[in-house]
């Protein structure tokens, strides 16, 4: 009977992730298209510049209270909830510092002076999300996402709207600056008027800050290597590739990952937590991973190699004669996210039983790996070889590290990774030896 509720808990949970997903990209192209006719380019090109610098800050100083909370056996406890709740407050208003110390030096840096004034404005954003409810938190450990993608759908709708209002009205980088700090400032309030109320209180609870420090400070090195590893291979491509061909790559990029992106959304906010109380009752956990890596066998990677033999048309399709080099590039990166789909499961079973060390590992070899194979790539086989050497070390050597942790907790299911593995390198063979050269 419980393992037939939380079947349930965790359908209705991936059908409220799916539906966010969804509807956030279709809003998210709705106000693409609106924006692009009320503001110059350049507008969206310092707000990338402030975005790359204020998500890495962001990323790099992650301690992981979020994942604490949901796989914690005293993630109900309101000393440990107000501890989390503490470490993030203190933790967002730092890099609100950070960012305002370092606006003028990186405004330099970039030799563009109007990013100074921006910085200055969107350090109040982690601020503000560091004093968001911790119920956040704990509607994840729970499962219940229906009120957080309602939240998140309403609040991502009124800055939609905010931007176009904005942007209609001042014609400038402001327009997005002010809608995003009042879409913020909406789920800060959203998420103690919206959420199941939970009143917090400064406090540093020893044994509570103890348990988040020893497991967040994996999750912070593996966010490190996460980082680096994706916006790192984005910076070599960049010395490596001329500037059209870059713009072709981030198209077959986007599209390539959009199902994984679906894939790690429903893992991170399903998986993870379901995984999480399994280990926490000592429930049957090699079955549950040995369940999503069927789901994941069955339906995520035949879409995945669908869309690399339909690449060249989906690119003729949406775009015109100018990007058809997009296809090529296209039906690589679909078979990239197959072989990085592979490892996803053993990592959320890993942070599940609280093994984030392991978690950081793997991210490291990904990080080192794909920078290292993506450059010999480059040098043995041109971009297609850049690309294959970018496959290999984001999803094959990560997951050759995370069977051999698997196999320690008992998870591995060896089957499923190498049926896999080998029909997708035979695949990329193929498709090497059918592409058109670059």
Not at 68 to 88: E, K, N, Y
Not at 421 to 436: F, H, K, N
């Amino acid at each position: 009977m419980l393992m037939k509720l939380l079947r349930s808990t965790s359908g209705r949970a991936a059908s409220w992730t799916m539906i966010g997903f969804g509807a956030s990209y279709a809003i998210r192209l709705l106000s693409t298209l609106a924006l692009t006719r009320l503001l110059e380019p350049g507008v969206f090109g310092l707000m990338s510049l402030a975005w790359v610098f204020l998500g890495a800050l962001t990323m790099l100083s992650d301690v992981g209270t979020v994942p604490s909370v949901i796989r914690s056996h005293r993630g109900d406890d309101p000393d440990f909830l107000d501890t989390a709740w503490s470490v993030q407050a203190v933790r967002g208003f730092c890099l609100a510092g950070l960012v305002l110390l370092l606006a003028w030096p990186v405004s330099r840096l970039y030799e563009e002076p109007r990013l100074f004034p921006i910085l200055c404005a969107v350090a109040v954003m982690p601020a503000l999300q560091g004093l968001s409810s911790i119920s956040l938190a704990t509607c994840r450990r729970h499962v219940r996402l229906g009120a957080l993608t309602a939240m998140g759908l309403a609040g991502q709708i009124l800055t939609t709207v905010v931007n176009i209002l904005f942007a209609w009205w001042l014609q400038s980088v402001w327009a997005l600056v002010l809608g995003s700090i009042i879409g913020v400032l909406f789920g800060l309030v959203a998420s103690y008027l919206w959420l199941p109320p939970h009143r917090p209180r400064l406090r540093f609870h020893r044994d509570a800050m103890a348990e988040i420090v020893t497991f967040g400070r994996w999750v912070l090195l593996a966010t490190l290597f996460s980082y680096f590893g994706g916006q790192g291979s984005t910076a070599i491509m960049g010395f490596e590739v001329p500037v059209e061909t870059l713009g072709l790559i981030t198209i077959a990029t986007t599209i390539a990952f959009a199902l994984s992106d679906l894939v790690l959304r429903i893992l991170g906010q399903v998986a993870f937590p379901t995984l999480s109380r399994a280990f926490r009752e000592g429930r049957d956990f090699a079955s549950a991973v040995d369940r999503i890596k069927r789901l994941i066998f069955l339906f995520v990677l035949p879409c995945l190699i669908a869309l690399s033999f339909l690449s060249q048309e989906i690119i003729d399709l949406l775009y015109d004669p100018r990007y058809a080099l997009a296809g090529s590039f296209l039906t690589l990166f679909a078979l990239n996210a197959a072989l990085a789909m592979l490892s996803m499961p053993y990592q959320n079973a890993m942070l599940a039983a609280g093994n984030s060390r392991a978690h950081a590992i793997v991210m490291g070899t990904a990080a080192a790996s794909t920078v290292i194979l993506m450059l010999a790539g480059m040098q043995v086989h041109g971009i297609y070889g850049m690309i294959f050497g970018m496959g290999l070390g984001s999803g094959l050597l990560p997951l050759l590290v995370s069977a051999w942790f698997a196999k320690r907790h008992g998870i591995l299911r060896w089957h499923y990774d190498a049926v896999t593995a080998t029909g997708v390198l035979a695949l990329y063979a193929y498709m090497l030896g059918t592409l058109p050269p670059v």
